[in-house]
């Protein structure tokens, strides 16, 4: 019998497509609440960080990940990651809807697709139907 594997990478890349797509339309949502809504809405990546996160993959994978992404000089220091969250948390009110990455209050424009506004409604959407529909079952 075949078995199935099941497709790490690229759950983990639409996880993260969906992630900006609900960020950005937050953004949006909050926009449309009008200015006494006092909150900022920031997507923050750390870029590849040696972390547990291949923790559902054989340790002798990530290992040769981790060294892959040092031989490439990808591979960052926690320090170094943290600045993009550190200069998200400590932005001014008024940033929001954006993307910070690489540190020093830096923000980057993401890929076409995640910023595609009718996706971003369709994901907001579901998203509020799935709640109802937990929020009646519970
Ligand atoms: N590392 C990278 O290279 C990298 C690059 C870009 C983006 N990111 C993103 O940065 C974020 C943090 O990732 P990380 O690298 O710090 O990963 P991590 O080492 O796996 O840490 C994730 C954190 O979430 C917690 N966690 C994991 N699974 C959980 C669960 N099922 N329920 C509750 N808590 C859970 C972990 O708790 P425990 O410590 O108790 O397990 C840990 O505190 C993720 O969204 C990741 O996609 C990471």
Redesign the pocket.
Known sequence: MKSKCYPYARI?EYS?LCLLLFSYELHRQVRLMGKSHHLSVAAV?????????M?EIPSCLSRMAFLLLKLLGLLQSSET?VCSIIDAALAPAEVSGVYFFGGNGRTLSSSALSCDTKLAKDLWVTSCNLFQELQMAS
């Open positions: 983990y993260k990546d750390p870029g590849a960080v040696k972390t547990n996160i923790r990651g």
